[in-house]
């Protein structure tokens, strides 16, 4: 009797530490930050929360508690939200896109974390919005910053890209001249990139060197072949950054 008198108080503190270390969560909060749309530059704005048990970030629960979109008067109520902190944020509505549908991918350059944010790949992010006509592209830019956050020290956020691109003539027919600049030495990949966020042709993955470099695109695709006009997009990675050029092919 008086062993167990002796362990009861201890068996009672053992399980109010295991509910306490369950049963802290904390909050932190994301906001997005100019993600500009490849049509006529709308932006979209929006922020949500990452709810989480200490030790276990991954397999947390987001939601959105505001978001306006461009071209839907849909928000957070009434959209459906996927949110995956290591790969993507997926927004949709149910039903036909041309008819007041929403499809919208923000893929992550990084893996969200408690403390830090991540720039969106502007290759593979793409919209597609319907209900007030129909509109389908990429991001011309993008960043998911961490707005706030609960039980943790703020971390500085990443520096916007410093590396620069730009195209001329704009609008061309049927060559132009993407120049880009580097601020440090680069292994650069530039792409061309369709409305739909298709690539169709690679041209360069190497070694640059700091400064100014240009390469000439002759609008075609990666076969050869003329691709049509219409607005295409040069995106340039270099290291962990990407810049965006829109441009116009006018045949």
């Given at each position: 009797?008086?062993?167990?008198?002796?362990?009861?108080?201890?068996i009672i503190i053992s399980l109010i530490i295991m509910?306490?270390?369950?049963?802290?969560?904390?909050?932190?909060?994301?906001?997005?930050?100019?993600?500009?749309?490849?049509d006529n530059n709308a932006q979209m704005f929006g922020e949500f929360t990452w709810t989480y048990d200490v030790g276990d970030f991954e397999n947390g629960d987001g939601q959105f508690t505001y978001l306006d979109i461009p071209y839907t008067a849909h928000n957070h109520t009434d959209l459906n939200t996927t949110i995956d902190v290591g790969s993507s944020i997926e927004i949709t509505l149910e039903g036909s896109v041309h008819d007041d549908g929403v499809d919208i991918t923000l893929v992550l350059l990084q893996p969200l974390t408690a403390t830090s944010g991540s720039l969106i790949d502007l290759g593979e992010s793409h919209f597609e919005i319907g209900g007030n006509g129909f509109h389908t592209g990429i991001f011309l830019s993008g960043n998911i910053l961490l707005s706030n956050l609960s039980g943790v020290e703020e971390q500085p956020i990443s520096p916007m890209p410093t590396n620069t691109i730009t195209n001329y003539p704009n609008p061309f027919n049927p060559r132009t001249n993407i120049v880009f600049e580097l601020d440090h030495e680069s292994i650069v990949r530039l792409e061309i990139f369709d409305m739909r966020g298709r690539s169709i042709r690679t041209l360069t993955q190497s070694v640059h060197s700091p400064g100014i470099h240009s390469v000439i695109w002759d609008g075609t695709d990666r076969h050869g072949q003329s691709v049509p006009s219409g607005r295409y997009f040069a995106r340039m990675q270099a290291g962990a950054e990407i810049v965006?050029?829109?441009?116009m092919l006018v045949r």
């Open positions: 009797m008086s062993a167990l008198k002796t362990t009861f108080p201890w509910v306490a270390s369950h049963a802290h969560a904390d909050v932190v909060t994301y906001s997005l930050d100019n993600v500009i749309l490849d965006t050029q829109p441009m």
